[in-house]
């Protein structure tokens, strides 16, 4: 897969300071696929989320305007759930576990390796889009400590070897494919 924003693109202005065109027909398809009453509010954003891996200012604005909910319900509940983001994703989410047995079992190099080998800090995405790294208390396999996640995918009793090699083969698969030019 490789990696790259699933953004929009913001060509034509209607007036209102960030909407678009392909933004509204967004918000419009989004609201009338969810629904526009008030406690529609939390799958409104998930459904925003869903699509973009975080939630772009000119998209909640204009799901606001068209489902007649105010914007600062939708950041309310936005600001209020951990599960949203406020900023553009990478394809891999890498959460590196900072719990008591990671801790114990080596985390903070586990995440220092993770660090250096993509050049980004916690909460931060890489330039290409392709991985952003997270923090989390605990991911329940403490046996198997330490641990990280990416994706759905966990890696268990991580050294520095293991994690270069991880970071490596989704380096590979999210590379593009040079075209083959045949012989030997
Ligand atoms: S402490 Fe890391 S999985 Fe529980």
């Known amino acids: 897969m490789l990696c790259r924003s699933t953004d929009k693109q913001h060509a034509v202005s209607l007036g209102e300071p960030s909407e678009t065109i392909p933004v509204l027909i967004e918000a419009r398809e989004i609201v009338s696929l969810v629904g ?9 954003l998930q459904e925003i989320q869903r699509r973009h891996r975080y939630l772009p ?20 509940v936005a600001t209020f759930y951990a599960q949203f983001r406020f900023k553009p994703q990478g394809t891999y989410l890498i959460r590196v576990c900072q719990g008591t047995a990671c801790h114990v079992g080596g985390a903070a190099l586990a995440a220092a390796v993770i660090r250096q080998e993509l050049g980004i800090q916690e909460g931060e995405t890489t330039g290409d889009r392709c991985f952003s790294l997270e923090s989390v208390a605990c991911l329940g396999c403490c046996s198997l400590a330490p641990v990280l996640m990416i994706g759905e995918t966990i890696y268990a009793k991580l050294s520095v070897a293991k994690i270069k090699a991880v970071l490596k083969e989704y380096q590979e698969s999210a590379a593009p494919k040079e075209a083959s030019h045949g012989g030997s």
């Open 36 to 44: 526009s009453a008030p406690e529609y509010a939390i799958p409104l």
């Open 57 to 76: 200012q000119d998209l909640v604005e204009a799901v606001s305007r068209e489902s007649q909910i105010p914007l600062s319900t939708l950041y309310g």
